[in-house]
């Protein structure tokens, strides 16, 4: 996106903002965009003496040069701000639209009361207990739940699962994936990690002939020994995705398998 068509979506009257603000700073830019687009989540706002507990993002655009500098820095978690700022043409309450693009900071650290309650409430934890789980913590900023826990044989692994906070009802779903996954745990783990080996130990020997070290040949029931499982992603949808560690056979990259609940097993490969 260029930039005469990032501006277009926005007004041209500047407003003063009271933001409470929720993460620090992100960017990106695909493929053929003129300029870095920057974000930074918020939890509230104030406009005009009233109050909007409308999540979104604050938004602008900057050169490459500019985001290479200080950018990352222009905002913090946890803390509330003076702006000035656009707001979309089109109003948006979702908060994967809503937006505001920033054109002035005036102040940090200002005190605003009813925002500084909402944000209060925001870092209150929010956890549910489970039998099999244990103690679940909900991630308010990426909707996330997790626990750490035993899985097989192997210790403190992170099981996290997507969910609409603002929908408690869909939480029930992937919670019993989970559950279903945690129960067959000894197995399951054992049949990802053949499964990974089968899919994999020829491109790890392939890695190991390009060091400049004779090592031995890596055979699949090693493979399979020698990754941990560090944590597993939940989908609603039933499907699931384990990361193990790679034990440096691909110099630190994650070995990844990828399953439903349903279905089995349905890919292996390496990230990261």
Not at 41 to 56: M, P, Q, S, T, V
Not at 60 to 80: C, P, T, Y
């Amino acid at each position: 996106m260029n930039e005469k068509t990032f501006y277009s979506f926005f007004s041209e009257e500047e407003k003063e903002f009271v933001v409470a603000m929720i993460s620090g700073v992100s960017g990106g830019k695909a493929a053929g965009d003129t300029c870095w687009t920057m974000n930074a989540d918020f939890l509230a706002y104030e406009c005009e003496d009233k109050i909007f507990e409308d999540r979104g993002y604050l938004c602008w655009l900057v050169s490459d040069d500019e985001e290479r500098a200080s950018q990352h820095n222009k905002f913090e978690g946890n803390m509330i701000y003076r702006i000035k700022a656009r707001e979309l043409k089109e109003k948006q309450t979702s908060r994967y639209c809503n937006r505001l693009l920033v054109t002035q900071i005036l102040d940090c650290n200002v005190k605003s009361p009813e925002l500084e309650k909402i944000l209060a409430k925001y870092n209150e934890p929010l956890t549910v207990e489970d039998d099999i789980l244990g103690t679940l913590t909900l991630d308010k900023q990426y909707f996330e739940l997790s626990t750490e826990i035993q899985f097989g044989n192997n210790e403190n692994v992170c099981i996290s699962m997507d969910v609409d906070d603002e929908d408690k009802d869909s939480w029930e779903e992937p919670i019993n994936i989970a559950r279903q996954l945690v129960q067959n745990a000894e197995k399951l783990d054992m049949d990802m990690r053949q499964f990974a080996a089968k899919a994999l130990t020829h491109n790890a020997n392939d890695w190991q002939d390009n060091l400049d070290e004779d090592l031995p040949e890596i055979t699949q029931e090693q493979f399979a020994e020698r990754i941990a499982l560090e944590s597993i992603h939940v989908d609603e949808d039933g499907d699931y995705t384990a990361y193990y560690d790679d034990d440096n056979m691909f110099c630190g990259h994650i070995v990844v398998v990828d399953g439903n609940i349903e279905t089995g097993f349905e890919s292996s490969y390496i990230e990261g």
